[in-house]
C-alpha cells in the first residue's frame, strides 16, 4: 500500500472546517484523515501561513540564526590596556562591540576569511600599541598606528 498523498488545498480545506468550528471527529471521518495530522496540518498552516504544505522535503522555516561562540584572545596587561584605550577612542561602549564591529565591519557576515585576518590584524595593533608604550614609559619618542618605519 503506497503512502497517500494530500493536496494543499485539501489539507487548508480541512483546516478551514476545523475553524469553522466543526468537531475534529466529524472532519477526521470525512477527510479520513487520523486526528492528529488534522491538528499537525492546523498547527503548520498557524505557523507559516502561505507557506505551509510545501511539500515532501521542503524547508519552510528560515535558518536559525548561528549561535555565538566565545573567542578568546590572550593579551598582556599592557595589550589590554591598549586594546581598551583603541576602542574608547573609536567610541565603543565595550571591547566585545569593538571586536565585533572589526570582524563585521564590511559585508555585515562572518566569513571566516575576514575573521582569521582581523584577528591578525588585532594581534598587530595590539603589538604596535604594545610597543608605543614602553616607548612612552622610557622616554622614547614613539610612531604613530599608521606611520611605516623609513
Excluded at 123 to 133: D, G, H, M, R
Aim: glycine share 6%.
Amino acid at each position: 500500500m503506497s503512502r497517500r498523498k494530500f493536496t494543499k488545498r485539501f489539507k487548508e480545506a480541512a483546516v478551514r472546517e476545523l475553524k469553522r468550528g466543526t468537531p475534529i471527529g466529524d472532519v477526521s471521518r470525512a477527510c479520513r484523515v487520523n486526528r492528529w495530522i488534522l491538528r499537525r496540518w492546523q498547527t503548520e498552516l498557524d505557523e507559516f501561513g502561505a507557506r505551509a504544505f510545501g511539500g515532501y522535503g521542503k524547508r519552510r522555516r528560515d535558518h536559525a540564526p548561528p549561535k555565538s561562540k566565545p573567542i578568546l584572545l590572550y593579551l598582556c596587561s599592557d595589550e589590554l590596556d591598549a586594546v581598551k584605550a583603541a576602542s574608547s577612542a573609536a567610541g565603543f561602549k565595550s571591547l566585545a562591540e569593538f571586536a565585533r564591529s572589526r570582524i563585521l565591519r564590511q559585508t555585515g557576515e562572518r566569513p571566516v576569511a575576514q575573521v582569521e585576518t582581523v584577528f591578525v590584524e588585532l594581534a598587530i595593533v595590539a603589538t604596535k600599541l604594545t610597543q608605543i608604550l614602553s616607548n612612552k614609559r622610557t622616554g622614547r619618542l614613539s610612531r604613530g598606528l599608521h606611520e611605516r618605519p623609513k
